[in-house]
């Protein structure tokens, strides 16, 4: 698969793939006899292990050192399944600084209905206030 293919597949531009390559967010891509990046079955898997774990937020620093730790081998499996699990932290951490602004965005958004069925707005409702943010 040319570089072309899998940008569009993936939505993701040239310059990204090969960034990802050169800092080792993925292997080095095999190439053709010309020296043209040719990806195979498992250069693709990588590139949707990177994509996937960029998504999720894992630094690139982490997901380098993945990869490094993987092309070391088996002996690494302690290793990579320990920054798997950093990786995991850090996106759980993520994830809770998000669901407590949800919090307190529904609880905004609780007064501005109470105040437009009421005509008053009114932020001292310590039980509404509760409900929304520790909901």
Do not use: H
């Amino acid at each position: 698969m040319t570089i072309k293919e899998v940008c569009e597949k993936y939505d993701i531009t040239p310059d990204t793939l090969r960034y990802y390559e050169r800092v080792g967010v993925i292997p080095e891509v095999t190439r053709t006899s010309g020296g043209i990046r040719n990806y195979t079955e498992e250069d693709i898997k990588w590139v949707e292990n990177a994509i996937c774990m960029r998504s999720a937020g894992v630094p690139v620093e982490m997901i380098i050192e993945y990869v490094r730790l993987f092309q070391m081998g088996d002996d690494t499996l302690e290793d990579r399944c320990n920054l798997l699990k950093g990786a995991k932290a850090e996106v759980e951490a993520v994830k809770k600084k998000y669901d407590d602004e949800l919090k307190r965005l529904n609880y905004k958004i609780a007064k501005y209905e109470e105040a437009i069925q009421t005509g008053v707005l009114n932020w001292d409702d310590e039980e509404m206030k509760k409900e929304c943010l520790n909901g």
